[in-house]
């Protein structure tokens, strides 16, 4: 998967159950393991990354 996120926009994730959107969100911010990479900006997610994202599940 690619998405491109500009400043100050927010990505949401839309699908049906057991699509992988809470995984994704979970790779992201490091819970859980993944085979692939995750880049911000170009650059591997760092702590500081990790930091300033959030997710809210429902």
Request: charged fraction near 20%.
């Amino acid at each position: 998967m690619t998405y491109n996120v500009e400043k100050d926009e927010i990505l949401d994730l839309i699908g049906q159950n057991v699509a992988g959107k809470s995984s994704t969100f979970h790779s992201i911010l490091g819970f859980i393991k993944y085979d692939g990479h995750i880049t911000w900006h170009g650059q591997p997610i760092n702590a500081r990354v990790r930091a300033t994202t959030g997710c809210l599940e429902e």
